[in-house]
T-cell receptor, first 111, second 113 residues
């Protein structure tokens, strides 16, 4: 079955640094991969989608890469701010045609 | 509506009781998901409705769980004979048929005492 793995340990970084989060998947080759942000007590919010033919995608301070050979996506936040502190989830549509999520990585940006 | 609406936002129930959770998706969205999220965990897929197709129920953890979607819009998730391990946040999301961007509600926090 398809599996998505994200760093389970929280990531703590200093304000202004670049945060890098990892998403690995197995047993499937998705046509695209998505990243979401989740704040405590709220539902996830869509951030970015990257397709299999796109190596990299940017949106403001966010950058996502997608390596279909390594079966990995990296999510970068440059010039991080305390307001970026949240849990970040990656998701892909599996062979059954439904969207499944990784367990998420909690990011904490300290001033 | 402006977004996905879920009700109630919080539900406390006694073990053995039945509960119904409601989701109002964004108007025009043909696909609707239910996920469950336990404390500190990721999203566990429960059920997926896509247009008029038969729902994908492969994530429902037991036959105590069921869901329906009436008129291609509002959905209700029903848990019968609730157990303590059912305590979690139940999230609903809707999207257009392409699954390319899900819009989530704020969830229902279910506590089974």
């Amino acid at each position: 079955s398809q599996k998505i793995e994200q760093n389970s340990e929280a990531l703590n970084i200093q304000e202004g640094k670049t945060a890098t989060l990892t998403c690995n998947y197995t047993n499937y080759s998705p046509a695209y991969l998505q990243w979401y942000r989740q704040d405590p007590g709220r539902g996830p919010v869509f951030l970015l989608l990257i397709r299999e033919n796109e190596k990299e995608k940017r949106k403001e301070r966010l950058k996502v890469t997608f390596d279909t050979t390594l079966k990995q996506s990296l999510f970068h936040i440059t010039a991080s701010q305390p307001a970026d502190s949240a849990t970040y989830l990656c998701a892909l549509v599996n062979q059954g045609g439904k969207l499944i999520f990784g367990q998420g990585t909690e990011l904490s940006v300290k001033p | 509506g402006a977004g996905v609406s879920q009700s109630p936002s919080n539900k406390v129930t006694e073990k053995g009781k039945d509960v119904e959770l409601r989701c109002d998706p964004i108007s025009g969205h043909t696909a609707l998901y239910w996920y469950r999220q336990s404390l500190g965990q990721g999203l566990e897929f429960l059920i997926y409705f896509q247009g008029n197709s038969a729902p994908d129920k492969s994530g429902l953890p037991s036959d105590r769980f069921s869901a329906e979607r009436t008129g291609g819009s509002v959905s209700t998730l029903t848990i019968q004979r609730t157990q303590q391990e059912d305590s979690a946040v139940y999230l609903c999301a809707s999207t257009t048929s392409g699954n390319e961007k899900l819009f989530f509600g704020s969830g229902t926090q279910l506590s089974v005492l």
